[in-house]
Structures are given as structure tokens and as C-alpha cells.
């Protein structure tokens, strides 16, 4: 059923005339903000989850009257740091003052100030201003998360299964509610990140899970932030999936009889994978906007640059993947990583469901 169905080519659903309009927020940060992403920010939603308008505001005022239009330039990224720094300090002096729910809203207020800046992409060996920025989010955002009722913990997981170019250590985010113990295991999501949303940004979706009684373990794609998993390798997140979960059945306090997979936009291509690749392992598996074949075929990615992404998505996926140029993406990405192409669709599955996908009319 996973047939690379969740980004749709040339005359399916989207339309001719939208597949080839280029959309107008891409035209310049002003238009960004007042086009696309000033409404989600007014409302807290994605990319704006734990975020605050007024923090926004500021920044993106700065941006338009510098006429800052390159999300991938330091200089977008620096135009963020007065405020995040400003935010900063409001959190400590109020955990200072125990106040306690304050200094958590202030903290993943500063998490989500950084998180925006360092947009569109974050691989965190390759040094510079939004690796910085990528480091002081995942600082400022675990003393947030320190102080939750039920607190998020980083866990530097053993990569066992490791080889090649792949890095030894998986760094994840843990939240468990209160009564998870080796003598009331807990069942639990392997919630897997997307191209640009990391472990510090699912502080809504893993409340959801403790307050249903579930386990939550974050951790990111190949290519990605603090991922070891080769991005150039096909086969590398079978390994880093494999080690995760071997992690996680030793712990002995997750029900390894109810563990299930949600993957988040580019991370929907790995719950597809892994719900074949480790199928034995998994209760079900849910790839949400997963592309899995026509997603890295040439013609897409002709148009992908002009489409709803806030800035150009090929540098960032190009990148991830493991590809010196847009134009070797282009040209080999779909050979290289389809799950079509690779025969992954092909083999049994477990229950898979797949949520906000494009399908032929």
C-alpha cells in the first residue's frame, strides 16, 4: 500500500496550474511572514508549537527592514539571537524566583526562537551559526524540560549495530509518566523526527502520550541533527532502528509487546521502513506525509523549490541525504532511496497507517 503516494507528481490531486505556480511567500521574508507563517505563529502551531507571537514579531520586523530574505544565511539566523537571549534571561530569573510555571513557558518560549533559526536544516558536524543555535535550543529546552511534572531526559544510546560511516553514540529524548517502572512497563511511541523539527520540538505531542500512560522515545533521521546513521547509506536506519529498540527492551520498562512508530513529514519515509523492516517488533506504525517514490523522482523535485515549503527544500534535502549537489539529488535520489525502487513496500508489513497523503483521483 506504501507506494510513495504522500507527494504527488504532475496532474494528481495538487493541480496542474498549483504544481507549476510558484508560491508567493517564497519571493521574500516579508512575504514568508505575512503570506504563511504570521497566522500559525498568532495561534501556536507548527513551526511555532511553544512559541510566542510577540517573540516572533520583533524578529521578523528586524528581518523585513534589513531586507533578510535567505533563511539558509547567518545573517537570518542572527537577527534571532537578541531575543532569544532576552527570553532567556526572563526564564532564569524566574526559576530563580520559583516560579516555576513561568521559567517552563519562557524556556520553550527561547527553545522555539532558536528552533526558527535554525530553519530549514541542521546536520550538527557540519560547524557554524545554526549549528550554534542548534546546541543553545537543545540546551535551553531540556531546562525547560527538567522542571515538567513528568520531565524529558536525553539518553546517549550504544549503536550497537553500527557500521561504516555510521557514528557509535544515538542520542534520544525520553519522557515517561510517572507510575513506567520494570514492575508496570509502559507501552511506548518511537516518535521519529522530520527534516526540520528535532527532538527539542514535540513538547504537545509527548504531553499527549504520558497522559495517556505511554512511554516516549524521540530520535532523529538519518542526515539530521545529532543522527550517527549515514545519510548516504539506504540501509543505515535499519541499523539505528534495531539498536534503539534493543536499547528500549533492555530498559525493561517499556512493554515491548506495544510499541508503535509515528513519523513526522521526511521522517513518514522511515515509519514506512521500519514497519516492514522490523515488522516483528512493531504493534503498527504511522507514517504521516511520508514521501516513499515520486517524492525523489526528477520531476517533483524539478518543482519542489516553488511549493509550500518557507524556503528552498532541495539544499536541505540534498543535504540530508547525503548528496554533494541538488543536481546529483535530482538525478539519483529516487534510484538510491524509493521504497518502491528498493522492494521495501514489498515485503510484510506491520499495521501501517498513512495520514496526509496525496492519492490519484
Known amino acids: 500500500m506504501?507506494?510513495?503516494?504522500?507527494?504527488?507528481?504532475k496532474g494528481w490531486v495538487?493541480?496542474?496550474?498549483?504544481?507549476?505556480t510558484r508560491y508567493p511567500h517564497l519571493d521574500?521574508?516579508?512575504?514568508?511572514?505575512e503570506a504563511k507563517w504570521k497566522f500559525p505563529c498568532t495561534k501556536g502551531v507548527y513551526p511555532?508549537?511553544?512559541g510566542a507571537y510577540e517573540d516572533f514579531e520583533k524578529v521578523f520586523d528586524e528581518l523585513i527592514k534589513h531586507n533578510i530574505n535567505d533563511g539558509y544565511s547567518d545573517e537570518y539566523t542572527k537577527a534571532f539571537f537578541p531575543v532569544c537571549e532576552s527570553v532567556v534571561k526572563q526564564a532564569e530569573a524566574a526559576e530563580a524566583a520559583r516560579d516555576i510555571p513561568k521559567a517552563i513557558e519562557l524556556y520553550l518560549r527561547a527553545a522555539c526562537l532558536y528552533r526558527i533559526s535554525r530553519f530549514p536544516h541542521q546536520l550538527s558536524t557540519i560547524p557554524g551559526i545554526k549549528?550554534?543555535?542548534w546546541e543553545t535550543q537543545k540546551k535551553v529546552y531540556l531546562k525547560g524540560a527538567a522542571l515538567f511534572d513528568t520531565p524529558v531526559r536525553e539518553e546517549l544510546i550504544p549503536h550497537t549495530h553500527a557500521q561504516g560511516a555510521d557514528g557509535k553514540t544515538v542520542p534520544v529524548y525520553v519522557r515517561l509518566?510517572?507510575?513506567?517502572?520494570?514492575?508496570?512497563?509502559?507501552?511506548a511511541i518511537l516518535l521519529i523526527?522530520?527534516?526540520d523539527g528535532y527532538r527539542p520540538d514535540n513538547t504537545q505531542r509527548s504531553s499527549e502520550f504520558v497522559n495517556r500512560g505511554w512511554g516516549c522515545v524521540i530520535a532523529e533521521i538519518p542526515g539530521t541533527a545529532d543522527c550517527p546513521a549515514d545519510p548516504k547509506d539506504p540501509k543505515s536506519p535499519d541499523r539505528l532502528w534495531s539498536s534503539v529498540l534493543d536499547w528500549m527492551a533492555a530498559q525493561g520498562i517499556f512493554d515491548m509487546s506495544k510499541i508503535m512508530v509515528w513519523g513526522l513529514s521526511c521522517g513518514g519515509y522511515y515509519a514506512i521502513r521500519i514497519a516492514h523492516t522490523h515488522k516483528d517488533r512493531l504493534r503498527g506504525a504511522v507514517g504521516q506525509g511520508a514521501g516513499t517514490h515520486h517524492f525523489f523522482g526528477k520531476e517533483w523535485l524539478k518543482k519542489v523549490d516553488d511549493h509550500e515549503y518557507p524556503f528552498a527544500a532541495t539544499p536541505a534535502l540534498a543535504l540530508k541525504h547525503g548528496f554533494d549537489s541538488v543536481d546529483d539529488y535530482r538525478e539519483n535520489a529516487q534510484r538510491k532511496f524509493s521504497l518502491v525502487e528498493n522492494g521495501i513496500v514489498n515485503m510484510p508489513s506491520t499495521r501501517l497507517l498513512l495520514v496526509n497523503v496525496g492519492v490519484p483521483p
Not at 2 to 9: F, M, R, S
Not at 177 to 187: G, L
Request: overall charge negative; proline content about 10%; glycine content about 10%.
Open 48 to 50: 511555532f508549537h511553544d
Open 2 to 9: 506504501a507506494t510513495g503516494l504522500a507527494v504527488i507528481p
Open 28 to 33: 521574500s521574508i516579508k512575504g514568508l511572514w
Open 177 to 187: 509518566p510517572t507510575h513506567a517502572s520494570k514492575a508496570t512497563p509502559v507501552p
Open 14 to 20: 495538487i493541480g496542474e496550474e498549483r504544481y507549476n
Open 131 to 133: 549549528t550554534d543555535a
Open 193 to 195: 523526527t522530520g527534516l
